[in-house]
């Protein structure tokens, strides 16, 4: 990966339960992104925390920001099956060209 | 509301052959981003413009080619396939500033036989 590491690569869990899964990079960073990828199709942006956030929600979704640590989670509540998906942290870097660097992924199954 | 538009959505080639994929971004929308995904791996970026100049360049080998038009679409046009190239390839785009979500499209994939 030209960023860094996903942590797991591929959960299991039942739908109900919550899922957490960690980004880490390696640069410095103007924002983190979070996508969904449903297989073979397109990256769906999912919620986007800046350079100076530490917390953010969106519905279900919670996202972290240790810019100290150089790393970051997405906590997924009360899964469904429908959530099932790979999903990839991104970074934009501090230069204005909104270039994204994307993690490798982790791939989520929800059990129904 | 208007996505990013990509075709064709499967193309299959020979080795050695060409390819030109084409994006066309969301309108009004100044910034295209062209990302490669080979199976399993995470998106690659590979070249971007802004207001058809190229602004970025990544991991984009001298086979490849991009450009940007005036009516803001873009192509990616790949010589000398080779086995290595089959792959999915994005397209997004954005309004260019600082904390923009790219828009991606459903992508092309390519196989190289």
Known sequence: SQQGEEDPQALSIQEGENATMNCSYKTSINNLQWYRQNSGRGLVHLILIRSNEREKHSGRLRVTLDTSKKSSSLLITASRAADTASYFCATAGSGNTGKLIFGQGTTLQVKP | ?113
């Open chain 2, 1 to 113: 509301a208007a996505g990013v538009i990509q075709s064709p959505r499967h193309l299959i080639k020979e080795k050695r052959e060409t390819a030109t994929l084409k994006c066309y971004p969301i309108p009004r929308h100044d910034t295209v981003y062209w990302y490669q995904q080979g199976p399993g791996q995470d998106p690659q970026f590979l070249i971007s413009f802004y207001e058809k100049m190229q602004s970025d360049k990544g991991s984009i080998p001298d086979r490849f080619s991009a450009q940007q038009f005036s009516d803001y679409h873009s192509e990616l046009n790949m010589s000398s396939l080779e086995l290595g190239d089959s792959a999915l390839y994005f397209c997004a785009s954005c309004l260019r500033g600082n904390n923009s979500p790219l828009h991606f499209g459903n992508g092309t994939r390519l196989t190289v036989t």
